[in-house]
C-alpha cells in the first residue's frame, strides 16, 4: 500500500477504511456498510467512537 494512504473511520458503523489521499474527492464509501464515509453533518461521538475518530488522519474539530 502507498504511503499517501489515510485512515477513515465510518462515521455510521465506526469501521476504519484506509483509502489513498488522491481519493478522498472521489466520495469514497466504506468497505464494511458501503455508506458515505463523508457526510456534510457533525456527528454524535461517543468514548469509543470519539476514540476511532481522533485515531484517524483527519482532523477532529
Request: charged letters at 20%; glycine letters at 4%.
Amino acid at each position: 500500500m502507498s504511503t499517501d494512504a489515510v485512515l477513515l473511520p465510518c462515521p455510521h458503523c465506526a469501521a476504519r477504511n484506509r483509502l489513498p489521499a488522491a481519493r478522498l474527492a472521489d466520495r469514497p464509501q466504506c468497505g464494511r456498510c458501503h455508506r458515505p464515509l463523508f457526510t456534510g453533518q457533525p456527528l454524535p461521538l461517543t468514548t469509543d467512537s470519539f476514540d476511532r475518530h481522533a485515531e484517524a488522519d483527519l482532523p477532529v474539530l
